[in-house]
């Protein structure tokens, strides 16, 4: 069983940044590929960033490809995005979520049901 807690996540003005942290509860994170999603009030879960298990590989979403960086540290069991330039758009509660490695055959995916286990989400709103 693998519990993520989130954090980082508040207000900003559009054009700001925000870092947000997802730690994990188990010292093998390295087996775990990580996601972000979001959803936004009324709206479905929207994928945002993946990043395999050793970190080599990410995907983005198309709306947030070269504002958003995705990263992980293993030995520390926490997995960050890193949010720029940051929009109206992009308000929403951010959830991370992990997926054994094994399970992805390779694959990166953005789609929630290929994530096993959740964080609580925070929240991130982008207004001035």
């Known amino acids: 069983q693998v519990q993520l807690v989130e954090s980082g996540g508040g207000l900003v003005q559009p054009g700001g940044s925000l870092t947000l942290s997802c730690a994990a509860s188990?010292?093998?994170?390295?087996?775990?590929?990580i996601g972000w999603f979001r959803q936004a009030p009324g709206k479905e879960r929207e994928g945002v960033s993946c990043?395999?298990?050793?970190?080599?590989?990410?995907y983005y979403t198309d709306s947030v490809l070269g504002r958003f960086t995705i990263s992980r540290d293993n030995a520390k069991a926490t997995a960050i995005l890193q949010m720029n330039s940051l929009k109206p758009e992009d308000t929403a509660v951010y959830y991370c979520?992990?997926?054994?490695?094994?399970?992805?055959?390779?694959?990166?995916?953005?789609?929630?049901?290929?994530?096993?286990?959740w964080g609580q989400g925070t929240q991130v709103t982008v207004s001035s």
């Open positions: 188990v010292s093998n994170l390295e087996a775990y590929y």
């Open positions: 990043i395999t298990s050793s970190g080599t590989r990410t």
């Open positions: 979520a992990a997926v054994p490695s094994y399970r992805m055959r390779g694959r990166l995916s953005l789609s929630g049901s290929d994530y096993e286990y």
